[in-house]
């Protein structure tokens, strides 16, 4: 049995043409169980064994521990190459990508990653030292508001000149969250910190304001997949639209079904 044939060994033909059609925009959907992630590992699998060169692709998880059993399968079928893929979760893959073009952003290569315990902090002390009332500010709330305005792509700046977002506030009680966020955006910066939440920001930024960098990293990844595609946000959208847009050999794999991060902007619409 030849490499492709024990590759495709036990998939059903819609699996087989899912794996096969890799040139191609996909858009891979299955309910529970199905065997969508064993599909995206074996395209993976597949196109390493016509000769894709494995650093062209990038692979997005939502989980360290899913991109770790991804390149597991994808190792058994086809050896050792599947260590030079670019997998992982779409923070630790863009972080990385960002420390290579800070500068660029104001920031040092050597920035800091905040916990969310590190932002509930930040935001608990902003609030104390505005003397605002933390029954109605609690840092919680108003760090889940930020995260929200981040993974739509909004900045403090734009947030404070947004008349909707102020009004919504204001209608909650909350009038100052714009406040808060820009102080809060402006200590990160000081402290040469990031939360998670910026990562997917400031790779957008970055995208949208330096061309030649979206270049350089779009032409290093000519494959782009994402699994569990039903959990992205918007910034994580667009960030994979930007990627794909040239070559569109972009492959989205979910289930419409299971959506589980919509408190964290996911949407389905994507």
């Not at 969250?177 to 955006?185: F, K, L, P, T």
């Not at 402290?191 to 030649?212: Q, Y």
């Not at 270049?215 to 990844?221: D, G, K, L, N």
């Amino acid at each position: 049995m030849n490499q492709d044939n024990s590759i495709l060994e036990g998939l059903s033909a819609v699996q087989r043409e899912a794996v096969v059609n890799y040139e191609g925009p996909s858009l891979i959907i299955a309910g529970a169980g199905s065997g969508k992630t064993r599909v995206l590992t074996t395209r993976i699998a597949y196109m390493l064994a016509q000769g894709v060169d494995p650093s062209s692709i990038l692979a997005l998880t939502f989980t360290n521990k899913a991109a770790r059993e991804m390149r597991e399968r994808i190792e058994k079928l086809v050896g050792p190459k599947a260590r030079f893929i670019r997998m992982g979760t779409f923070h630790s893959v863009f972080a990385r990508l960002l420390r290579e073009n800070a500068e660029r952003i104001g920031y040092t290569s050597s920035y800091t990653i905040y916990e969310p315990s590190d932002v509930k902090n930040l935001i608990k002390a902003i609030i104390k030292d505005k003397n605002l009332n933390e029954e109605r500010y609690k840092p919680q709330n108003v760090a889940a508001r930020i995260s929200m305005a981040k993974n739509n792509l909004v900045t403090a700046e734009s947030y404070g000149r947004n008349s909707t977002l102020i009004q919504n506030d204001s209608a909650a009680k909350k009038p100052r969250i714009w406040e808060i966020y820009r102080e809060y955006a402006k200590k990160c910066r000081q402290a040469g910190a990031m939360d998670f939440d910026d990562i997917l920001l400031f790779t957008n930024i970055l995208f949208r304001d330096f061309p030649d960098a979206m270049e350089r990293i779009r032409s290093r990844f000519k494959f782009v997949m994402v699994d569990e595609y039903q959990d992205t946000n918007y910034a994580q959208y667009i960030i994979i639209r930007r990627l794909s847009q040239h070559h569109g050999r972009v492959c989205v794999v979910g289930d419409d079904a299971q959506s589980i991060y919509s408190f964290r902007g996911a949407n389905i619409g994507n």
